[in-house]
């Protein structure tokens, strides 16, 4: 199962076969802890919705996805979010490890730097939720955007370096060509902080007073085919070109081999490509959340291969559950490569849907659209005065 969900909270989990959903609700809940018949929907209803999580297995063999999500992240209500994509031979076991692994380090690191102290101090090498920072400074002035972001930027480049050395010396894991991407969001207040690595991609959905929804992609896709990556790799011997059957699937290989074929351009683990420009460091962006921020989606490129972002957007707009969201997304993308790649085997598709508002935003749309509306047509209607 490639699910996992960290929380002193409530969470509802149903498991399927080859596939996982966990639909994650906030425990503080009216009507107490125990739901009969009539009270049951009620006190659902009243819980504030936080994060939906799901993956399926595609047709290439085990499912290498693996999705994360920890509530009491370095602050009470402070959220992590995580969605990994093996590769390899062993891409399912290395997607899983950095799953378990890497919020927790991201969080040390994090610590280590907030409070000046050195990373390898054995007092922060486990830290957890529970020994974080509120995010208030400790009574100290909060940091200006500018400084939060360069601070969470290097936790995360320490953290993302620091994993590929605990893959490394994995005794029993070979990740010599077998490796994971990763694209996290972590959201402290109003903050959130995304860092990516590889290509799986964050996209926010936020919406305008007038009504009009828009698909803001947050991370940029670290494949071999931009300029500035393909120059890093060869600079450091790498070789990158695509295969004649797939031409535009630009992809990274040894300089005296043709191995492995890469497919992008950063990852964890890929060790022998490390010596020849495939690197560790995530790219890491800040976004203070706007009162029109509705929700982020995480998605492996199972996904976003073959669904837009404008189209995964609406797909979890016009979900009527919000538990579905991030199932209704996979199994669109499922669909999709069925229909459009019919001879071609499906890729794993995995989401999680960070909900950044409480109140269902069916209804606000409707009613931002209907107030839109009717501004228009005050607008067209024709001027009445006095001679």
Not at 13 to 41: I, N, R
Not at 58 to 80: H, R, S, T, Y
Not at 99 to 114: C, E, G
Not at 246 to 258: A, C, K, T
Request: net charge negative.
């Amino acid at each position: 199962m490639g699910v996992c969900a960290s929380s002193r909270r409530r969470v509802e989990q149903e498991q399927e076969c080859d596939e996982s959903v966990v639909y994650v609700m906030d425990g503080q809940c009216g009507g107490g802890g125990g739901e009969d018949a009539d009270g049951g929907a009620a006190a659902a209803a009243a819980c504030r919705k936080v994060a939906s999580l799901y993956s399926q297995k595609g047709k290439k063999g085990p499912n290498q996805d693996a999705v994360i999500l920890c509530q009491g992240f370095g602050m009470e209500d402070g959220v992590f979010c995580g969605v990994f994509d093996g590769h390899g031979r062993c891409g399912q076991f290395v997607s899983k490890l950095v799953r378990d692994y890497l919020p927790f380090m991201i969080l040390s690191h994090r610590n280590a730097l907030f409070l000046g102290v050195d990373d390898d101090d054995p007092a922060f090498s486990d830290a957890s939720p529970s020994s974080s920072t509120d995010g208030s400074g400790g009574g100290s002035s909060p940091s200006s955007p500018a400084q939060l972001l360069e601070e969470w930027r290097e936790a995360c480049a320490n953290a993302f370096e620091a994993m590929d050395k605990e893959l490394k010396l994995q005794p029993n894991l070979d990740c010599s060509f077998s490796g994971t991407t990763a694209v996290c969001a972590i959201k402290q207040g109003r903050d959130l902080i995304v860092a990516n690595l590889g290509d799986s991609r964050a996209v926010l959905a936020t919406m305008s007073d007038t009504g009009y929804l828009t698909a803001v992609q947050l991370t940029t896709d670290q494949k071999p085919n931009l300029p500035q990556e393909a120059e890093r790799i060869k600079r450091c011997n790498g070789r990158v070109f695509a295969l004649k059957d797939e031409p535009s699937v630009q992809r990274v290989w040894l300089p005296d081999e043709d191995c492995p074929g890469l497919a992008m351009a950063r990852s964890l683990g890929d060790l022998r490509l490390k010596r020849h420009g495939v690197v560790s460091e995530p790219q890491v962006t800040h976004r203070c959340v706007g009162r029109g921020d509705l929700f982020i989606i995480l998605a492996t490129d199972g996904v976003w291969d073959v669904l837009s972002n404008e189209e995964v957007v609406s797909i979890v707009c016009a979900t009527p559950r919000k538990q579905h969201a991030s199932k209704a997304v996979a199994e669109a993308a499922a669909q999709r490569w069925r229909t459009r790649y019919p001879s071609s085997r499906a890729d794993d598709c995995s989401a999680v849907c960070l909900f950044l508002r409480d109140q269902d935003w069916g209804t606000s749309v409707a009613a931002a659209k209907a107030k839109a509306a009717s501004a228009a047509a005050a607008a067209r209607a024709p001027a009445h005065g006095h001679c």
